[in-house]
């Protein structure tokens, strides 16, 4: 079952923070975190994993709150090179099948 | 390093043709994935696989079917296009529930 995102988008300017949310009904024992540019493949931002630390990449950080089965994203200070649409996937425990969430386009503005 | 190579990267088909798109990895990755993007939507799963000789649907598997003979290679096969069957497809791996790789992308016109 797919993980659902919201919002679905959000326009920022330079400076600005933003969150991402990804809530899935079923357990979570891991989200991963991904972003597409426009006519691009999707690269790996980042993991949660049940019981680890909150990540990070550059000043894009995430956290996993396995009890409310959700991860945030957070956007901080956020820069030009941040436009893109940011997908959570959520991995099956037993068989790893990959599912995404439908995305959230997120616009950074000089 | 190559990665995840996925040809062809454009292809326009005519309503019930068929065609395979192909996709190699070359990191001894054990899972691979098939996924189809729509014009501003999310990824959706098509089939998956844990290792060859093994493979499973995921959300939107009707219309293709996909076989894994070696640890490299995970074709997908579209029988009979449709319109509808128009997307970006993207084949992407992992070694294990880490970090996915993803292929450039095959963006099919059905017409």
């Known amino acids: 079952q797919q993980p659902v995102q919201s919002p679905q988008a959000v326009i920022l300017r330079e400076g600005e923070d933003a969150v991402i949310n990804c809530s899935s009904s079923?357990?979570?024992?891991?989200v991963h975190w991904y972003r597409q540019k426009h006519g691009e493949a999707p690269v790996f931002l980042m993991i949660l994993l049940k019981g680890g630390e909150q990540m990070r990449h550059e000043k894009i950080s995430a956290s996993f709150n396995e009890k409310k089965q959700q991860s945030s994203l957070y956007l901080t200070a956020s820069q030009l090179s941040y436009s893109g649409t940011y997908f959570c996937?959520?991995?099956?425990?037993?068989?790893?099948?990959?599912?995404f969430g439908a995305g959230t386009t997120v616009t950074v503005r000089a | 390093n190559a990665g995840v190579t996925q040809t062809p990267k454009f292809r326009i088909l005519k309503i019930g043709q068929s065609m395979t798109l192909q996709c190699a990895q070359d990191?001894?990755?054990?899972?691979m994935y098939w996924y189809r993007q729509d014009p501003g939507m999310g990824l959706k799963l098509i089939y998956y696989s844990v290792g060859a000789g093994i493979t499973d649907k995921g959300e939107v598997p009707n219309g293709y079917n996909v076989s894994r003979s070696t640890t490299e290679d995970f074709p997908l096969r579209l029988e009979l296009a449709a319109p509808s069957q128009t997307s970006v497809y993207f084949c992407?791996?992992?070694?294990?529930?880490?970090?996915?790789?993803f292929g450039q992308g095959t963006r099919l016109t059905v017409v």
């Open positions: 990191m001894n990755h054990n899972y």
């Open positions: 079923k357990a979570l024992y891991s």
């Open positions: 996937g959520t991995p099956r425990a037993h068989d790893y099948k990959l599912s």
């Open positions: 992407a791996s992992s070694l294990t529930p880490t970090e996915a790789f």
